[in-house]
């Protein structure tokens, strides 16, 4: 089984910013626990972050035939990007939306998501834990589990 | 560490009700996989359904300096209730909030809760599966757990 | 065929409670005749009223296959409670919606209806006489009568 | 007593259009039903349909002083004629507005009637039935009975 | 000069209809008086009305270059028709919206208007003698005088 | 018959002022004329302007058991004066609102009028003319001609 | 002169919850100091508090001829009610709506009420000093005192 | 194949008026070019054109079962007439709505359309070109044409 | 201890104006009636009303450092002025809020204000106790009382 | 006369994304197609395509002075792209807006497009056809065709 | 060149009030500064402020054809006078608006303007130093400057 | 001190592109001139424009630690792009948002900023003087200068 993680803009900074607000581990650092945690469970990782709305367009359609499941944190494109929807619906494959905040205790306009009604399902707020909260829901739901 | 779950209104009908949407589990089968989940983890579960508002604002009140988190599936009353926002804040104890279906793929009255915005964060879509996300989500965030 | 009659808030003032607008008929009185009615029509009606969403949602859950259909008339919990939509979808009994008043001459915040479109049908604005009117649309609707 | 039985834009394909959603009777069947129902009950009623809302205002007109009630089925027009409302309070003859179909469980532009304040009340999701209870219900105000 | 004036949906029911509201007067008592005075200051008059919607659009067609002015109460079309909107603007005829009451006092459906921006002006609340105002209003504009 | 006519702010700058809009008489001309107009009507008329809000309140309440009636033009504070309203209100004077130009084809701020709904009647787009037509509406209606 | 004094969802926290927002009164406390000073205005004051909209709305139909005013601070229930709404009104008795904090300087979703446009009148923001004042409010009233 | 062509109100007024907005073709020429270039695609086309909203109805009614499809330039109809709506869906006939002028550039109201979430498509801005640009995806969604 | 009252527009009016309303007081009574209830609190009350929000605005800024608690019913400003806001909070003295009538049950535009968020409390609806409900309310506050 | 096709994210997966949604084309196939088509009609014709709204606006810039009219599908950006309007502005080469699928039929969310008002006209939902009747729509206003 | 300085409501406490939001300097330091750089400039600048609209109401009528230019920080006016917008539209003198505190970050009630949109220019957030780059930008936009 | 100048999308067109809204200098020479007058201030400027969204965010993250302040005129994004927003807030650095047309009077959607409530101030209409203008903004309070 192969899930891909996405990281959308600004999520390179983790570490560098906010701490009190996302935590002190870096992507990178988030990445390899995940990965591991991943391995653990028989899973292959794969991870991509970028800035660019269509870069992440583009590694979506990559990923088409080649995952059974992607972890998407889009950051501000949550909000915005009506192409990363189009994108995750083209190519077909089960997602997860997470966030490192509560999304909702935050400025009105991070309230809606383009992407949460056609996810499997959504987890917001636990700092670096939603990455692992993330693939568990995600395997939990692919494998059937209760 | 003692943890409270509480289910609102209608989810005594899980199982029963609707499983293509909410999964086959009863919600005793839930409680006591969960129970048995954070015995694993050091911790004592307390469980309560009610399909009274007033009951569980009660149940919560009792709650107070007696639990270290709580896990609330308020249902219905996630979208209604601005009593079970005030028991919350009230007793002061830290909780996630969770559903078994991912409410952003149902009618728009169910965007909206009265809890989110105080919760650590929400968990929702994962069917059972979002009950012990929930706990996990809970645990890492009491201990500090990245 | 049974049909069960449920009434909420309030409904237990009327014949005292502004008979101008709601008629001088109680609710003893209205149970009674619609008992009478429902029996010439070879249907067993069971009655029950409460001021408590909770109680309302038990009850509903109690008729789960003891039933063939309901006739609501919500009161004031028509405008606020998605428990009560729950319950009746939860038990996907058939429903008919009725009121005594006519809600749309009312107050704006009386307009919208957490139950009517998941109802059969609705009735409002005929007194007493909704009552009646409710059960024949109901039975013409589960014997499938023009 | 006579009574007075309007139906507005399309409802002239009933029968043809959509028997899922109106069921298979015409309006010729249903108008004579409604007929003899209504001489059974001492009544006489007289029948309209047009697909022109200057002709039901006319129509609408020509029963001042000449009916004592109106049952109205506006179809399209409920939503967008202001000219019906003004023509029915012109007239002032007590009226009450049915539908086929459960408005409520329709697109959100059905759930506003133009007509439904002022009438004595509403009906809405019997199919065919929903004339005879409309009737029923117009008797009922007009002689006064529970 | 040849000034065209205009009468709506259930404006043939003046003096008949709440005379409370909009005054005594039939329409024709309306239409002879406002046509001596306008003949008195020079003009003729010709007066159609209408409930019907595509009647009044045929009339106004036809009045493309045969007047000089149009003065319209549109009754209830005024807040639903664009149809006669784009007809006033298809002929390119200067015309004066006018009302019998006063529609800010009314239900808030009759704020909006269709027409009011087109117009030379608007009068609105002065019962019948809205159409003298109307008339002088409209020639004060045609004529350039202050 | 005594009548009372206020201009409220920037209505000194007629005939200075944008005239294309508002016509090149002045405020002094169009008093002086309307005057000259009542007299012939057996009205004694007397005038206020100010371009201050507490000025024209003050005015309204020096009107009190002096004035039969207030052609009010407000300006800018049609829109945004409640004190104006309850000045009016509160002497119980009636009165006509006008407007030189028309303001349902100006901004979209300037379609609420916080005076219509209390207004004997409205007048707006007829340049001067609309004072002398506010005039005529207002004896029209005090000395209850058609 | 009876009067009943009504305290909605978590009210029974006071003194416990939030004291910097609400005071360190004890309800008890409070509900004691309220009484002697009803005695002292020769009123005799009973008290009820409960979490359940049900409890309430029954408590409110028990006072029906039995009290002459009542009290209700009704918390969160203020804002999502309508069911106490219409119970206060079924029996008709005057009463006063107050709470301890300033509901204008808190959540959006606190700035509407369901029972402050049929209230006597609103008193927010002074603590447990609010009861005083709502007790000496609704005694003006009832007693016609300036 | 046959199609039949609809042109709502004012659509008679085509080369008279506002030809800056509308080009300067009639009516009459328009449907007889189209009627050409049907023929040469071997489509019989029949026309009508009515100011009447009833007699457009009227027309779609007759057209069931007789006619493949339908091209409607509504006019002023198309957001406001859900009658036109229902007189679409109830003969089934697949139709494309069309407009001469690019109805996103107009004023707000014409933004919204009844019929075209039903239409198979929509074409809008090309003048007079726009009816032959309908007839061809009519024929191309009709024939499965790429 | 110092105590500024203010009163806003059309206050003045009070006694004439819709006593029905506003209570057959006039303000010098009230003023008086308040400046007695004060002294006997050992409290020095000053009195200020006017019509211009400027002159209450240039009064409260004469308050700066003279007096420890203000006392406001701004009329209809408080619901239109964002300059009186800025005073009351430019010169940081704590300030109740009150009205004679209960502006909830009042048109919706009273439903606002822009001084409620800033005050200390708000009292509404109990004609001229209000002033006195109002001056003890701020006592309370400022010496701490319960 | 040449012409420039832009299509926005997605529009790579077209063939393997949704077929019934959008057709079994591959956009190559539909580009090659509509290439020869424009020849035909003695246009050249550019492709280009991309997932980034950055290489969209850089592709506007380098066509301008170059192409005489631009065809758009900017897919999901339509909604949400001001940058991509005003680089069509900025550059001033007429466009036409297509869509395969009909907007109208789908998500609110895509009924506003930033591009319609300024475009030529707007074409949706002819699947790969709407590809050929924009470009003809383009060159029928561009060469002025009826 | 000469240019007017206008300050509203509550500016002349500056320096006063708020220090932290609003600088140290009061008003006084803020001409007599701005005075001297406009000196340097070449520039006469005269000054005026007032807590009423209608005195600067009074003050931009006065200006006509005295100045070339005007700054205004309209305070609270800028969020709720027309009056204020009439006026600089009536004189037609090109103007700046500025802010010192940045209005984009303060209540939502502060983001509207009345004045931006027929502004040269906006200028929010600079403390003090707002009034030197809105004398620049004004100067800039008179003198044609880069 | 070292200050970033961002430009967004299109504004590599300056001076190309409607030169009546935005003037005729080119991107590239007001670049230079604000070195120019950086450099006199003793400021070292570096400047970077994209029409990528992306891209700016990657300009921006290496920012960090690098500069003291950023001007910013992000043109379109200004109203769409969340991440731009979290990509300044990311790394912490003071910024001033600037625009060379008026935004307040162009259409609705440029009304709202994603960044003006973070940034030290916004000033919009002044040309390429706006470019001056914001950087001494930015340098006063960065010195602290009033």
Redesign the interface.
């Known amino acids: 089984m192969r899930v891909l993680l996405l990281n959308?803009?600004?999520l390179?900074?983790l570490g560098?910013?906010?701490p009190g607000l996302y935590?002190a581990?870096t992507l990178a650092e988030?990445e390899q626990?995940l990965g591991a945690q991943a391995a653990e469970r028989g899973v292959e990782l794969s991870c991509f972050q970028?800035?660019?709305?269509?870069?992440l367009?583009?590694r979506i359609?990559q990923a088409?035939g080649q995952v059974d499941g992607i972890l998407i944190n889009a950051?501000?494109?949550t909000?915005?990007?009506?192409?990363l929807?189009?994108?995750l619906?083209?190519?077909a494959i089960p997602f997860v939306e997470l966030h490192l905040s509560?999304v909702?205790?935050r400025e009105a306009?991070?309230h809606n998501?383009?992407l949460?009604?056609?996810?499997?399902?959504?987890?917001?707020?636990?700092?670096?834990?939603?990455y692992?909260?993330a693939l568990?829901?995600l395997l939990?739901?692919l494998r059937g589990?209760?």
């Open positions: 959308g803009p600004n390179n900074l560098l910013r906010e935590g581990d988030i626990r970028s800035n660019h709305e269509g870069a367009v583009d359609h088409r950051g501000a494109l909000h915005t990007s009506i192409a929807r189009d994108a619906l083209g190519v509560n909702h205790a306009f991070r998501s383009y949460a009604d056609k996810a499997i399902g959504v987890i917001s707020g636990f700092g670096p834990a939603s692992e909260l568990q829901g939990a739901r589990q209760p």
